[in-house]
């Protein structure tokens, strides 16, 4: 089967999972997405437990029944070989493998009586939880573990047929068109496409709640060609301080290579955490899964004493954070990290708070001394002249930080109708800026019930392009010094530095007195149908005042 058939299959098993949900009632339910999620997870984690144990120990392929052949070996073997086995391989128990599972389902227990299969499962998932803490544990900010399956997931989550439930699972995992083990090694941009399509139901934006934002795939990419450019960085860091679900972390890892990099990360949202967990498993980055925290980066940073090479970020714009404005407010190193101030909470509206103002400091903030961040922010910051705004830009001027702006085309993120644009900071950029004006790039398309752009290769290479030119192209970039951006009163906006283009046209002086003496001619036309109409006016305004 080549890889295109995989693909599908994949995506054939995903969906076969999502219509079990469905038929026991839990089609949109809020817990689909942790059915969907973890059991895909548990597969893949089964997959590449079997794969590794069979590289390190060929003589295993050659069993018909391996669970059964692991349950009999002496603890001390099997504990040895498990030692054998990659960092972030899960390490499973006989007993925890998916053929032993679905072996199972019409068992009975060491009493006679029918095996509760639903219990089963979800003391499985609950056991490989606990047995791969260290590896798989993400913490909320106070350092407690998240755990890797949610405890008691079959059972809680059903309302009835608990059993009857997880076998239907149990089915369609085992008897799916393929294994894992022949597209491990396929990398980011295979399984990239494949963690989009499982969780396009369950991380969409959905009005604005915070952290659940998603970042279209080709601005990710854009960002990390640009940020790392044609650099080959070795053994460096990546931070995202709103990571959501790991768009932009997995591309800029993609693009640095997974065993050269490590992750950190911080959100919120506790789905969205998960979520990049499973985004950090698929794509060969678990030695990274114990830097990510769930919890609230402005007012509790897990990361606030370390110092990064690369930050992506596309942080939530608007936001009710009134709650912690006081928290905020005192912090100790307020003025340090948050050097252009603290937005204040509309007094109507309070969900409008400019919170991103916040994060675009604290990224300033934890850029190592030859750092380099890319972050998505409202078109208008360019060149709004509020104070936060503007001291922001003006510090980025002034320690010449900048390396360049994209300004994307309306509608690139379907669910909002804000105007975005891509700032990138580079510590060691002293020379000069490019400012690229893309609002004019991409087709027009629907995507259920919005509008959104989409751009092609061509544009993504056009952008991409700009910024290794030193040469402006026309109506679409520019390259300009420091000077010239603190002259224009700090503004980011291409289009402020484009070239005014008047069109000049040769004639002879004959020609222009022909064409002066026509003006004249119609300009005496024009005069004397004014003095017709105003006459007219002053007749029926004199007609009414006499009746």
């Not at 490989?128 to 755990?147: K, L």
């Not at 060969?284 to 004493?305: E, F, M, R, V, W």
Request: charged residues 25%; aromatic residues 10%; glycine residues 6%.
């Amino acid at each position: 089967m080549d890889a295109i058939n995989y693909n599908q299959a994949t995506r054939d098993l995903i969906d076969d999972l999502k219509a079990v949900c469905a038929g026991y009632g839990l089609g949109n339910d809020g817990n689909e997405y942790k059915i969907i999620t973890q059991s895909f997870l548990y597969k893949f984690l089964n997959d590449k437990f079997i794969y590794d144990l069979k590289t390190h120990y060929p003589e295993l392929a050659e069993q018909e029944n391996l669970s059964d052949y692991l349950s009999k070996m002496p603890k001390t073997k099997y504990d040895s070989m498990l030692r054998r086995l990659d960092a972030g391989c899960a390490k499973l128990q006989p007993k925890h493998l998916l053929e032993k599972l679905f072996s199972q389902q019409g068992g009975k227990d060491e009493e006679g009586n029918d095996i509760n299969f639903a219990k089963l499962f979800d003391d499985t998932l609950n056991q490989i939880a606990i047995d791969n803490t260290a590896i798989f544990s993400v913490h909320d900010q106070s350092g407690i573990s998240i755990r890797l399956f949610d405890e008691q997931l079959i059972q809680r989550v059903v309302a009835s047929k608990h059993s009857d439930f997880a076998r239907a699972i149990i089915n369609r995992l085992a008897n799916s068109r393929f294994d894992f083990d022949k597209i491990f090694n396929e990398g980011f941009d295979f399984f990239s496409t494949l963690f989009e399509y499982m969780i396009k139901d369950y991380n969409k934006d959905g009005g604005g709640k915070y952290a659940e934002y998603y970042t279209p795939h080709v601005i990710a990419k854009v960002m990390a060609e640009i940020l790392i450019g044609d650099d080959e960085p070795q053994s460096v860091t990546a931070y995202d301080p709103s990571a959501g679900s790991g768009t932009l972390l997995m591309n800029i890892a993609s693009k640095i290579g997974t065993d050269k990099c490590t992750i950190y990360s911080q959100d919120i949202s506790q789905k969205s955490t998960s979520l990049l967990r499973l985004n950090l498993i698929l794509n060969n980055l678990a030695h990274s899964i114990n830097n990510i925290t769930q919890g609230n980066t402005i007012t509790t940073p897990a990361h606030a004493n370390e110092k990064f090479d690369y930050i992506v970020s596309n942080p939530p714009f608007k936001l009710d954070f009134s709650d912690d404005k006081p928290t905020i407010d005192s912090l100790a190193n307020v003025n340090k990290r948050f050097f252009a101030g603290v937005p204040n909470v509309p007094k109507k509206d309070k969900d409008k708070m400019a919170i991103y103002l916040l994060f675009i400091q604290h990224i300033m903030y934890s850029l190592s001394n030859d750092g380099r961040a890319a972050v998505v922010v409202p078109t208008g910051f360019l060149t709004a002249q509020a104070k936060i705004r503007k001291t922001i830009r003006k510090r980025l001027i002034e320690n010449k930080w900048l390396k360049g702006v994209v300004s994307m085309p309306s509608n690139i993120f379907a669910t909002t109708g804000t105007n975005v644009s891509v700032i990138f900071i580079d510590k060691t950029n002293t020379g000069k800026v490019v400012l690229v004006d893309a609002s004019k790039l991409g087709k027009k398309m629907k995507d259920g019930k919005n509008q959104k752009t989409v751009l092609s290769h061509d544009d993504e290479q056009k952008i991409i392009d700009a910024f290794k030119s030193d040469e402006p192209i026309e109506d679409f970039s520019v390259v300009v010094d420091y000077t010239e951006i603190a002259e224009k009163n700090y503004s980011f906006a291409a289009g402020q530095y484009f070239d005014i283009k008047i069109e000049y046209i040769d004639i002879t002086p004959a020609e222009f007195e022909a064409q002066l003496a026509e003006h004249k001619a119609k300009l005496a036309e024009f005069f004397t149908e004014s003095k017709r109409l105003e006459d007219e006016i002053n007749e029926q305004l004199g007609r009414l005042r006499y009746e």
